[in-house]
Structure formats: C-alpha cells, structure tokens
C-alpha cells in the first residue's frame, strides 16, 4: 500500500497502468529526433564556419573583395549560431509542452537593438545555457532516446535473433538468453523511458528557462508594469468622477443654490417661518456647493489638464492659510500621472505646514532637470518632522501625512527625502521620473 495525497492509501501502480501512459516514452524518441536535428544544425554551422576560416588563411586572397567576402561569412557564424540556439530552444520548449504538458517560460531576451542585437545576445547567460542544453541533447538525448527505442524493440531483436539461431547447441541457448534479456528490458521500458524524462525535464528547467535571478528581474518588471497600470487606471478613474460630478452634482447644487437665493430675495413679504426655512436651505446648499467643489479639487484638478502644473499650484498657493511664495520652472510637461503626483504632494505638504509646523510662511519650487522633477516645499516652522511618526513625541508632528507622500511618490518610482532638524527650517524634496 502507498500513501496518496491527503492521507489516503491506494495500490501502487501496476505494471500495465504504467505502459498505458505513452508520454515519457514519445517525449524520449522526440528528444531522439530533436537530438538529430540540433547535431545537424550545429554541426552544419561549425563546419561551415570552420571553412571559412581555414580558406581565409590558407587560400588565395589576392582580391580585396574576395576577402571581405570571406570575413563576412566568419563573422556571420555566432549570428548564425545565435538565431540557431534560441531556435531550437523554443523547439525544445514546445516539445515539453505538447508531450509532457510541461510550461518552460523562455528566458529573457537581450536588451537593446539595431545591428548588434544577434551579437548583444551571447552576452546574455541565457544564451549560453541554451546552447548547453543543446549539447546535452545531442549526446545525452540522443543516448536516451535511443536507450528507450531499444527497451521497447528489444524483444523483436531478440526473436530475430534467435530465428537465426535455431540450429540447435549453443546457437540456441545463447538466443533463449537474448530472449529472456529483451523480455527484462520490454518490463522496465516504462520506468527508463520515465526516468530520461525526469533527467531530461530537470536539465530544461535548469537550461532552458530563466535563472533564479531572472525570473526575479521579471517579476519586478511586471510589478513595475503592473503598478503604473493601476496608478493610470486610479488617476483615469479621478478624471472620470471629477468630470461626472462637476458636469452632473456640481451643476444641480448651483442651480438649487440660485433658485434659493431668488427666492430668499423674492420672498420678503412671506411668513417669518418660511423665510428662516428658505434662508437655512439656500446657507446648507451654498455650504454642500462648497465642499463639493473642496472634494472634486481633491480628487483631479481639472486645471491641471486644462492649464498645466503651474496653474494648479497658483490655485493651492493662493487658497493657503499661510503664505505661500511659488516658482515652477517646467518648460516642458511631464506625463499626466506624474504631474498628479507633484499637485497632490505640494497640496498635501502645505496641508501639513498650516495644521503641525507653525510656519508663518512656505516656499514651493518645481522645476525639472532632464527626465526629472524635482518639487522641493520648505518653511519656517518648528521642524522635526520624519516620515515615520514618532510615538514618543507625538506632538512634534513628525511623520503627520508625510508617510502618504513618500507611497505617492514611490507608485510612480519617485524617492522623497526631509531635511527638518528640531527648530527648523524644514524642507521636503520630492524626485519623480517625468517619463513614468
């Protein structure tokens, strides 16, 4: 009895239950095949390559263009060569997965383009593994597969063999040997034919997949990738709710606000309790627009699609209960993402300012160097702020919100960095990709 998944026993599996799954055995004489193939091309390059050098030093180069014409053909061979390699890599992985139903994921391309890109390749490890692989295949593959071929033809040899034998004596004892050989090989043909499987499918993962740290590398590529879609997706949702409240909720409160202020105007002959009712509904309308419009900035400026960076900022310096001395120096946009990131960070920090720092006044510079934007908000205040608060000393306002700004700059691959020693001035530094 054997142990199965969960705990449950089940009877090992027989001998005929084992012949039934064909798939080792096809996968092996595929890998026989492909063996074939990989030696044929392989050694087709070598060789090929190999001539041409050894005509290029030992015969007649008396043209120029003779010359120029065999160097061509040397060079071209670890082109060759590398358009080979991860050719029959994606051959060997497709074997695996139509045979086996084993997913292989393909090593990561080399970086970078034009002319060079076949040659960039060899500088990529992949590339070696896969050639490695490849040399395996044609030895140890085409030994496996072989092996298995005669495992299962070995009882058809035998009695071939034995049927030239039968003249009696020795002939024949020796041909009941092959018999009873053959048989014991055609018993573990299933179990070899597993077994060049399991090595060959280990010496894949190993080769013919990415490393431990290229798949590392891939998985933060796709977070990365994964991340800015989530924040283009969040920053396109903002515009999308900012739009349907300013053009639907927005518009019906300033018309009921108008109707009301008409009628506290118009109605000043009606009874003193009408009057208090109207002048308390048009004062909590008047109020609702307010803090609708408060939200609808909060979610997307739509000034900073309209207008750009430094417009959006002019209005939160101006509606600052502090002043606020500003410079923007961008001559050219950044993508729109990120330039939401720089509009939330300095109207986040100046929030700070006004409720823990005690400044009497804040200075905010944006400017952009390059590929990058640098926003620097500085003021006057009692200082000690950090990002992570301080339990101790709670008071300080250290870490108040500037824990949000430093994960809104990091969703965009930005740093953020404080310079506030205690008793001030402090000054917080935000760096953001303007491509992101």
């Known amino acids: 009895m054997a142990a199965g998944p969960g705990g449950v026993y089940r009877e090992p599996m027989s001998w005929m239950e084992s012949v039934r799954d064909w798939r080792p055995t096809a996968h092996a004489l595929a890998g026989l095949a492909a063996g074939a193939l990989t030696g044929a091309v392989l050694g087709g390059l070598a060789l090929g390559w190999l001539a041409a050098i050894y005509s290029l030093v030992d015969g007649p180069t008396g043209a120029s263009e003779l010359a120029w014409f065999y160097v061509a053909v040397a060079l071209t061979g670890p082109v060759l060569l590398g358009w080979a390699t991860h050719g029959l890599g994606a051959l060997q992985r497709e074997r695996f997965r139509a045979v086996l139903g084993v997913e292989i994921v393909a090593p990561p391309r080399a970086g970078g383009g034009g002319l060079l890109r076949p040659l960039r390749a060899w500088r990529a490890p992949a590339t070696w593994r896969q050639l490695g692989y490849h ?226 006044r804040a200075e905010v510079t944006v400017e952009r160097t390059g590929d990058r934007l640098r926003v620097v908000v500085a003021d006057d205040g009692r200082g000690g702020a950090t990002v992570d608060p301080d339990p101790v000393a709670p008071a300080n306002g250290g870490g108040t919100g500037l824990r949000g700004l430093a994960q809104r700059a990091a969703a965009v691959d930005g740093t953020l960095s404080i310079q506030s020693p205690p008793g001030g001035p402090t000054a917080i530094t935000v760096e953001l990709p303007c491509g992101s």
Not at 141 to 158: I, K, M, Q, S
Not at 254 to 281: F, H, K, N, Y
Request: charged fraction near 20%; charge should be neutral.
């Open 135 to 360: 040399l395996l295949a044609m030895t140890g593959g085409t030994a496996g597969g072989l092996l298995v071929a005669a495992c299962w033809t070995a009882p058809a040899l035998a009695v071939a063999s034995l049927a030239g034998r039968w003249d009696g004596g020795r002939g024949t004892v020796v041909g009941l040997g092959l018999v009873l050989l053959s048989a014991l090989l055609f018993l573990v043909a299933p179990r070899v034919a597993a077994n060049v499987a399991r090595v060959d499918q280990t010496a894949a993962r190993a080769l013919l997949g990415p490393s431990r740290g290229e798949e590392l590398a891939v998985r933060v590529e796709a977070l990365a990738r994964s991340r800015a879609e989530i924040v283009a997706a969040t920053d396109a949702e903002r515009r999308r709710i900012e739009r349907d409240l300013h053009d639907g909720t927005q518009r019906r409160l300033v018309s009921l606000a108008m109707q009301l202020g008409m009628a506290r105007e118009s109605l000043t002959d009606a009874p003193e309790a009408v009057r208090q009712v109207i002048e308390q509904a048009h004062d909590e309308a008047t109020e609702a627009l307010a803090e609708l419009r408060q939200l609808v900035r909060g979610l997307y400026p739509a000034v900073l699609d309209d207008r750009g960076l430094d417009a959006a900022l002019s209005g939160i310096a101006a509606n600052a209960p502090l002043p606020v001395r500003l410079r923007v120096d961008v001559a050219t946009r950044c993508a729109p993402g990120v330039e939401a990131v720089a509009y939330f960070v300095v109207s986040e920090a100046l929030t700070n300012v006004a409720k823990h720092a005690g400044a009497s």
